[in-house]
């Protein structure tokens, strides 16, 4: 199925470089941008529960089934490009 | 003739033309999920994904296989965007939300009720923190192909987030650990929701 692959796709991404669930990708490259990643630190709870919603908010856009249009597009291309090479 | 009877340069260039389709199909999701974060409206995101596919596809000849497929898409449509956000204002983008929770599949029960608030507090954001933030914090980009994609200093990228972060820590009304209930955004934004429809 086009859309679940590509859903799993997405999913992995945003599980971060190393595989963390919760922003980790943010927090992992933030080092020199924001202060220490100490759990106790105010500013890195904060960070990481904005992190948790935003993958969340991305991951249940990726999740939507792809509209019919997008994929007959992509067919149409395909179909035009094997026609051309005729 | 069958695929293995045609010349080898043929073969090869099928073979191209099936990976790259395979790699647009795979992200796709993802295309559209930072369309509908851009835009919020989804005609427009659909619009817009369509738009990429097109010149993505016109101009599959300067995609470097091995390279990060995402970020090549990512640039494509921020350029649509932007270029249709000058022509047309602020018509394309969505400025609360609405339609990104009108798409989005059903989260758990208690992940519903606090995605619209987020949402809402996400959409408030202007467009250039909002397209970083979701780049490096959902999308998987590094900051460095988060910084080629706007075209601007890796330094701007994490200015950009960082302000982000604090704005949307603001309007979610969250200044400290205590905001966070039992350690997460998510528990504190269920928590006021709950008390306001009780209340």
């Given at each position: 199925m086009i859309s679940s692959s590509g859903g799993e796709d997405a999913h992995d991404s945003m599980r971060g470089r190393d595989g963390d669930p919760g922003g980790g990708n943010l927090r992992a490259q933030a080092k020199d941008a924001t202060p220490?990643?100490?759990?106790?630190?105010?500013?890195?709870?904060?960070?990481?529960?904005?992190?948790?919603?935003?993958?969340?908010?991305?991951?249940?856009?990726?999740?939507?089934?792809?509209?019919?249009?997008?994929?007959?597009?992509?067919?149409?291309?395909?179909?035009?490009?094997?026609?051309?090479?005729? | 003739m069958t695929d293995d009877d045609a010349p080898p340069k043929m073969r090869r260039v099928d073979a191209q033309t099936r990976d790259f389709r395979d790699g647009l199909i795979a992200e796709m999701p993802s295309l559209r999920a930072f369309a509908i974060s851009l835009s919020g409206r989804l005609e427009s995101a659909d619009d817009l994904v369509q738009e990429t596919l097109l010149k993505a596809w016109a101009n599959a000849h300067s995609y470097q296989p091995g390279t990060n497929m995402r970020a090549w898409l990512f640039t494509i449509l921020r350029n649509t965007f932007f270029s249709l956000r000058r022509q047309h204002g602020r018509e394309v983008q969505?400025?609360?939300?609405?339609?990104?929770?009108?798409?989005?599949?059903?989260?758990?029960?208690?992940?519903?009720?606090?995605?619209?608030?987020?949402?809402?507090?996400?959409?408030?954001?202007?467009?250039?923190?909002?397209?970083?933030?979701?780049?490096?914090?959902?999308?998987?980009?590094?900051?460095?192909?988060?910084?080629?994609?706007?075209?601007?200093?890796?330094?701007?990228?994490?200015?950009?987030?960082?302000?982000?972060?604090a704005a949307l820590a603001d309007l979610l009304g969250i200044s400290g650990p205590e905001d966070l209930g039992a350690g997460s955004a998510t528990d504190a934004i269920v928590k006021r929701s709950t008390v306001g429809e009780a209340g």
């Amino acid at each position: 199925m086009i859309s679940s692959s590509g859903g799993e796709d997405a999913h992995d991404s945003m599980r971060g470089r190393d595989g963390d669930p919760g922003g980790g990708n943010l927090r992992a490259q933030a080092k020199d941008a924001t202060p220490p990643a100490d759990p106790s630190n105010k500013d890195y709870l904060v960070n990481d529960a904005i992190g948790k919603a935003l993958q969340a908010h991305y991951r249940s856009l990726a999740d939507a089934p792809l509209p019919d249009r997008l994929l007959i597009l992509l067919a149409e291309l395909e179909a035009k490009d094997s026609d051309d090479d005729r | 003739m069958t695929d293995d009877d045609a010349p080898p340069k043929m073969r090869r260039v099928d073979a191209q033309t099936r990976d790259f389709r395979d790699g647009l199909i795979a992200e796709m999701p993802s295309l559209r999920a930072f369309a509908i974060s851009l835009s919020g409206r989804l005609e427009s995101a659909d619009d817009l994904v369509q738009e990429t596919l097109l010149k993505a596809w016109a101009n599959a000849h300067s995609y470097q296989p091995g390279t990060n497929m995402r970020a090549w898409l990512f640039t494509i449509l921020r350029n649509t965007f932007f270029s249709l956000r000058r022509q047309h204002g602020r018509e394309v983008q969505d400025t609360d939300g609405i339609y990104s929770q009108r798409l989005a599949t059903p989260a758990a029960q208690e992940g519903a009720l606090d995605l619209a608030d987020f949402r809402v507090a996400l959409a408030k954001l202007p467009v250039e923190q909002r397209e970083v933030l979701i780049m490096v914090g959902a999308s998987g980009l590094s900051y460095e192909e988060a910084a080629t994609v706007c075209n601007i200093a890796v330094g701007t990228v994490k200015s950009r987030i960082s302000r982000a972060r604090a704005a949307l820590a603001d309007l979610l009304g969250i200044s400290g650990p205590e905001d966070l209930g039992a350690g997460s955004a998510t528990d504190a934004i269920v928590k006021r929701s709950t008390v306001g429809e009780a209340g």
